[in-house]
């Protein structure tokens, strides 16, 4: 091991300011191997992946559990563009992530070297800001303008490319001593302008029906506490988009679910749409107002005034012209609520009984029109399966869902037990196969909490050589297979779209749980909801991890409202 007043080589160097940065483990596959060395030399642990994209997935949830910035690391060429999905996830998603890519050596450049690639060209559209390092001297530089980057503003994922040879040499020591630790996000906590928070809040204190829309950016922030109090103080109802559920408590009187497009029959935002429709002031609190958070942008009357709160001054009137709040979700709500103190809020007050009533009614209804779906029936329903998960579910619980379905299901399904309660959900870009990375990530952030995740069986064939990973690295996570034999959305979409749907849609049928023992994992294969709570139970348990394959009908599809034509029709 080096000692303090040795000259140390660039990669030592780099370990040295990832665990001043409190990082303590990277996703790698041992490359580059003279930095992962390094790393597990002072104690930074590897967690090594089968596969970069699912690698990039597990720094992702790790960063969004921790409240650190994930690093993942990888060789030059094939594998550094298998870092491009999560990425891009990262990236819209807003998740910090540290990228460390080997290139090829410096004399090499430019001469066809083994696996060349234009990296810095493969990173610039899906990272904020993407560098070279070519001289020593400057690596401790380099590393910190890399976390500054990732966990300033709107957080997202860098990419620091390293020469193998310049990895190997001798860094003299630097000048300018840095001792700053920059791991953690939010790094700067900005609020807006006093007079821009007393305009929002004169509006919201007068407004006739004011309603709030709370994104992924109020975790991002964890200002679900501030949320939770605006909620109380001001009496608002709150609805969230699918990476902001868990944002408030789903319980409290005033909290009205998801909406987005989880809107047709037999959901519950069929119930609570209204409360948008007809609301003359619309808060949004870190939400990108994309096309699934808003329902292809027609929830909204544009004859709402939209007061918009968003750590990017950029997303703030990229769809509604809007009260511009830009700054961090916490503070910035601190800071309505001390303005809003000193409002009259008797009329807040005063509606609040008729609204509490409305909600409690919008979730008997949703309650009664899932009924029929939380039967015995087989092959089993996906809500008869939430219905279990939720019972067994506590504030700690971490509950992670694959793209597509697995989303729906349990956003629109699942009811959070807390402010702040997480949902962990790949709704950047939304690719198939990213639950179970995200999963481990988070477990591996917070090992003593237990984490489950849904994936459809389409999306799990991305991922499952991970449950080698899961296995060998002591990761117990309970992973619950939703085996319906197709890819569900694309057959559902295509009929919609089409009346018909392409010989891609439908699989042969595959035994997951055989997939999982062979990798040495428990699992069981499930076609009798009865035997669902035990297993779930033990699962839960966190002592090892569990693979329950469920096998689902595949007539089964969440209530979006693609399909709500053809729903309403049946």
């Known amino acids: 091991m080096t000692r303090p007043n040795e000259m140390q080589t660039v ?3 780099i370990a040295h300011s990832l665990k001043r940065h409190d990082v303590s483990m990277i996703f790698a596959q041992s490359l580059p191997s003279a930095v992962i060395l390094a790393a597990e030399a002072i104690g930074i642990r590897q967690i090594a992946y089968r596969q970069e994209n699912m690698g990039g997935t597990m720094a992702d ?17 094939p ?29 090499q450049a430019d001469r066809n070297a083994f696996q060349e690639l234009d990296q810095l060209a493969l990173f610039q559209s ?37 020469p193998a040879d310049l990895l190997r040499e001798k860094a ?8 700053a630790s920059l791991g953690r996000w939010p790094l700067d906590r900005t ?20 309603v709030v829309i709370a994104g992924g950016g109020v975790h991002a922030s964890d200002a679900a506490q501030a949320l939770a109090k605006l909620q109380e ?33 037999r959901s519950l935002g069929r119930h609570t749409l209204p409360l948008v429709q007809e609301a003359d002031v619309v808060l949004l609190v870190g939400t990108r107002t994309n096309q699934n958070g808003t329902d292809s942008w027609r929830q909204i009357d544009p004859a709402s005034t939209v007061i918009h709160i968003d750590v990017d001054p950029c997303e703030i009137g990229r769809t509604y012209e809007a009260v511009r709040l830009a700054g961090d979700a916490a503070e910035t709500i601190d800071a309505l609520r001390a303005a809003l103190g000193m409002c009259d809020l008797s009329k807040r007050h005063a509606a609040r009984a008729e609204l509490v009533g409305r909600i409690a009614n919008c979730w008997s209804m949703f309650d009664a029109d899932r009924q029929a779906s939380h039967s015995s029936g087989t092959p089993i329903r996906p809500e008869r399966i939430m219905r279990e998960l939720q019972s067994q579910l506590t504030s700690n619980t971490t509950v992670v869902a694959d793209a597509s379905y697995s989303s729906m299901w349990v956003a629109g399904q699942l009811r959070s037990l807390s402010a702040g309660m997480r949902f962990l959900t790949p709704r950047g870009l939304a690719g198939l196969g990213w639950g179970l990375p995200l999963a481990l990530g988070a477990k591996l952030a917070e090992p003593d909490k237990p984490v489950v995740v849904l994936v459809g069986d389409g999306g799990f064939a991305h991922s499952w050589a991970e449950i080698e990973t899961m296995v060998r690295s002591n990761i117990p996570v309970l992973i619950i297979v939703l085996n319906n034999g197709i890819l569900g959305f694309q057959r559902d979409a295509e009929m919609v779209k089409f009346g018909r749907f392409t010989s891609a ?11 999982a023992t062979a990798c040495g994992c428990p699992a069981v294969r499930v076609k009798d909801p009865e035997a669902l709570a035990q297993h779930i139970r033990t699962g839960l348990s966190g002592k090892a991890p569990l693979l329950i394959e469920v096998l689902t009908d595949p007539e089964a599809h969440p209530p979006l409202s693609l399909f709500a034509a053809m729903d309403e029709a049946a």
């Open 11 to 13: 990669a030592e160097r």
């Open 233 to 265: 103080e001001a009496s608002l109802p709150i609805l969230t988009t699918n990476m902001g559920k868990g944002a408030v408590d789903e319980h409290h009187p005033l909290s009205a679910g998801v909406l987005g497009a989880l809107v047709g029959p």
């Open 191 to 210: 609020r807006p302008a006093d007079s821009e928070i007393g305009r929002a809040a004169a509006l919201i204190a007068t407004a006739r029906a004011p």
């Open 79 to 107: 594998a550094a563009t298998l870092l491009v999905p999560p990425l891009a996830e990262a990236l819209k998603a807003s998740v910090p992530i540290v990228a460390l890519v080997q290139d090829v050596e410096r004399d």
């Open 505 to 515: 849609c439908h699989f042969v049928d595959v035994d997951h749980s055989q997939v």
């Open 172 to 179: 003299a020591v630097p000048p300018l001593h840095r001792a």
């Open 61 to 77: 949830g790790y960063a969004r559990r921790s409240g650190k910035v994930g690093v993942v690391a990888a060789q030059n060429g």
């Open 126 to 162: 899906c990272t904020k800001w993407v560098r070279k390092v070519i001289v020593s001297e400057r690596i401790d530089d380099y590393v910190d303008a890399a976390f500054t980057a990732s966990v300033s503003g709107r957080p997202g994922p860098v990419a620091l490319l390293l």
